[in-house]
């Protein structure tokens, strides 16, 4: 009976270690995530401010100026303030350097189905820890749902003039034909881990 409950004694401490471990590693996951969270939507409030205030001030034209020549460079200023690699990402690209990568692509295409089977985006998000080169990294995702004022520039619907400036910025375009609430692309963090 004793050899029994030393065992379980063992067992027990060996489960509540394992326990502690994971809770660990669960809490530096939700660290990494509300840092993911909150460098994605610094990057899409700063570049949603700047669409509007093109649109508002010289029209879509504009805007797809802005989206050609400015968000990288915001993309790049919130990395360097954050310390970590944020970006956007689409299946349906219209600049080929905002390609996903294998873990993007996948996450995209988790979000897809979700759409598809009709669950609600909003709220999603998605990370996990994977083996890249050798190395552990931190990725985390979040849909970006087609907006009303983007239909403008992503739309059923687009404008000759529209559409030509498109064609002039991005002449392989596919982000088209998209309608209000559809999945547009995704928010995306990487972080390579200690």
Not at 159 to 179: H, K, R, W
């Amino acid at each position: 009976m004793d050899s029994l409950l030393k065992i379980a004694s063992v067992a027990m401490v060996s489960l509540t270690a394992s326990a502690l471990c994971g809770a660990s590693a669960d809490d530096e996951r939700t660290e990494h995530a509300a840092t993911a969270r909150a460098a994605a939507q610094q990057l899409g409030g700063t570049l949603k401010a700047r669409l509007v205030g093109a649109m508002k001030a010289d029209g879509p034209v504009a805007a797809i100026k802005v989206c050609a020549e400015e968000a990288y460079a915001m993309a790049a200023q919130v990395s360097d303030e954050t310390g970590i690699e944020v970006g956007r990402s689409a299946l349906r690209l219209r600049n080929p350097g905002n390609a996903p990568d294998a873990w993007e692509h996948s996450a995209l295409a988790r979000f897809l189905t979700a759409q598809n089977r009709g669950e609600d985006l909003s709220a999603m998000e998605h990370s996990e820890v994977v083996r890249v080169d050798g190395e552990e990294v931190f990725y985390w995702a979040k849909p970006i749902l087609l907006q009303k004022p983007c239909t403008v520039c992503h739309g059923t619907n687009i404008a000759p003039e529209v559409a030509a400036t498109i064609a002039d910025y991005y002449p392989d375009d596919q982000a088209t034909g998209f309608e209000v609430g559809d999945l547009r692309g995704i928010f995306t963090v990487k972080k390579r881990l200690p």
